[in-house]
């Protein structure tokens, strides 16, 4: 258990609405990270983070934001929530040590349905 | 731009092997492999560090060479708890934090 926690879980919105997709963890891990997943594009990075305030963008960071204001929070932003952005969206961690344990981590993953 | 998976699916029988590969179009630092069940997040397999290194768990093993920027997945003597989806991940760029995944295997094993 990496101590990963996504909010929500499940989400259906109207088009046009701004989203907020929580990712706590307890960990005080450096290294978070959004990805989505949808059929046929396997996980795609959304945005990144290396540390609070430090965030950088992914392959498909339009219509998303991030922000990092703590070490544990990792908060992903539909500004405007389009139907195509109706996705599965993992929270990731990494640990970033040295040797066999730097690999990501998984939440759970949050279901979003814009219709 | 991402590393390429193939084959995109593969069916088995059980009993049957199967090799997954993974090509990247930067140089590879190191690769790790993940297997995806329906429904749940993806699941850390293991971790390449070295070019040319093969790892084992259980039937399951991989090698990667550096200078073909290539990892392989095999899966030897396949059991039904095989079936899922394997990726391929690795960061993106040597010392940079961008982790990006392969574009994925899908593979079910028939008993």
């Known amino acids: 258990d990496a101590g990963i926690t996504q909010s929500p879980r499940h989400k259906v919105t109207e088009t046009g609405t701004p989203v907020t997709l929580r990712c706590h963890q307890t960990?005080?891990?450096?290294?978070m990270y959004w990805y989505r997943q949808d059929p046929g594009h396997g996980l795609r990075l959304i945005h990144y983070?290396?540390?609070?305030?430090?965030?950088d963008k992914g392959e498909v960071s339009d219509g998303y934001s991030v922000s990092r204001s703590k070490t544990e929070d990792f908060l992903l932003t539909l500004e405007s929530a389009t139907s195509s952005q109706t996705s599965v969206y993992f929270c990731?961690?990494?640990?970033?040590?040295?040797?066999?344990?730097?690999?990501?981590?998984f939440g759970e993953g949050s279901w979003l349905t814009v219709v | 731009q991402q590393p390429v998976q193939s084959p995109q699916a593969v069916i088995l029988r059980e009993g049957e092997d199967a090799v997954i590969n993974c090509s990247s179009s930067?140089?590879?630092?190191?690769v790790h492999w993940y297997r995806q069940k329906h429904g749940e997040a993806p699941v850390f397999l293991m971790i390449?560090?070295?070019g040319g290194e093969q790892k084992g768990h259980e039937k399951i093993s991989a090698s990667f060479n550096e200078k073909k920027q290539q990892s392989s997945l095999y899966l030897t003597a396949s059991q039904l708890s095989y079936s899922g989806t394997y990726f391929c991940?690795?960061?993106w760029g040597s010392g940079t934090y961008k982790y990006i995944f392969g574009t994925g295997t899908r593979l079910k094993v028939l008993a």
């Open positions: 960990e005080n891990h450096r290294y």
């Open positions: 930067k140089a590879l630092y190191s």
């Open positions: 991940g690795t960061e």
């Open positions: 990731a961690i990494r640990p970033a040590q040295q040797g066999t344990m730097d690999t990501i981590y």
């Open positions: 390449l560090l070295k």
């Open positions: 983070s290396y540390g609070v305030k430090d965030t």
